[in-house]
């Protein structure tokens, strides 16, 4: 089978269809073909299988790999050499039939062995697909795994396992009105279902959750953060902007940002740069301040968690406390809440016995009953692990180790 390869836009007319859409006004959404910085998550997954009858479908690797049939983009993991024990091609249906005869070949690129393991992948492509009649931009990407299992005892061999599954990623951008400031904007569709700035319903079992698209907001400058933290909200939920609140809420390629009704509170935290998530009936608030109190919905909340910077404004990363609390975080309107955490720590080991083994553990919490999760030093570093000592009861040590984390 002759493969020609291509280099960074899989389909031509991706390009074109791209260059092609007019940047609509305030409150429009138009598609995009390049994902932003940190927004590569999310889209609709499709695992592949071994296909029983390679040849028939276009195929050489007689262990050739392809999403099942009927989606909107068909995706197989083939080699040229029919010899060989890795798949390094991508080939791509663009009808979803699953005839590859005379599909698009991209050659994968390895990531370095790890661990035994052999990784390689479709960096992210530009294609064109099929969506209510028009041809719509999104990125594709694949990802093909190989490795050996760990024996698990002598009598045990090891095996060796393959994996492949390919992705879309739908976005779109534009510009949203925040009261008075307008702001560039990123949708992504986060819940998979080729829909873009809608929330769902879901059912595991007899539980029902809500998923939602996300959304990322620039700052006055229109740069993205790629802070997870910071101007990321998924659809439906609040989000501060110059000091208000607003609900964002998404449909037929519109974006509109309504003010939050009901009482304001402030809330302040005793750090010189903060970020906190706060929760409460189905509601989540993702925060970041410093010194001055921030106005907050009055409410009953959880603090879902919170890290606490030692430095405010360095481009450096700076020494940080990270954790959550089980306390309830009351909002009064009209009032100022204040949070402090991250001081007076203590340290409690615990230990357990398991076939003759012991296993210890430190966990970690403050003066006002918070769980420290984790601490950093100056340039993102960790401190150096604790170090333990078992005596016996004349006072000998019987046992020397430095814990890891885990």
Known sequence: MKTTLWSCVIFGAAVALSAGIAAGGV??????????????GGGVNMLMRTVANPAAVGLTHPKAMATAKGAQVAVAMDCDDAKSDTLDLARIDMSGKGDFAKAVTVKLT?????????VLYLKPQAVAISKDGKKIPVLLSARYYKYKTRPRDAKTKPVTRISASASIQMAAQGECKFGDSVRKVFVIDRNRNMILGDV???KSGTREYKQADYCRIADAKGTFSTSYNVRFVQMGQPIQIDGNWFTLASENMKITAAPMTGGLGKLKV?????????????MTLNISGQTEAVNV???????????????????????????????PLTITAGKAT???????????????????????????SDASGSR??????????RPTAPQIEVVNKTGKVIYLAKLAYG
């Open 27 to 40: 409150g429009d959404l138009t598609y995009v073909k390049t994902a932003q910085p940190g927004a590569t």
């Open 200 to 202: 769902i319903t879901r």
């Open 372 to 381: 420290i999760r984790s601490i950093y030093g100056g340039g993102g570093k």
């Open 270 to 282: 005793d750090a010189p740069r903060w970020e906190c998530m706060l929760m409460r009936d189905g």
């Open 297 to 327: 919905p009055a409410g009953k909340y959880t603090v879902r968690s919170f890290r606490l910077y030692k430095q405010a404004g360095t481009t450096k990363p700076s020494a940080s406390i990270y954790g959550s609390s089980s306390k």
């Open 110 to 118: 390895k990531s370095p062995s790890r661990n035994g393991y052999t």
């Open 338 to 364: 204040s949070f402090s955490a991250g001081k007076g720590l203590t340290a409690i080991m615990s230990s357990r016995l398991n076939k003759g083994k012991v296993r210890f553990a430190v966990t970690q």
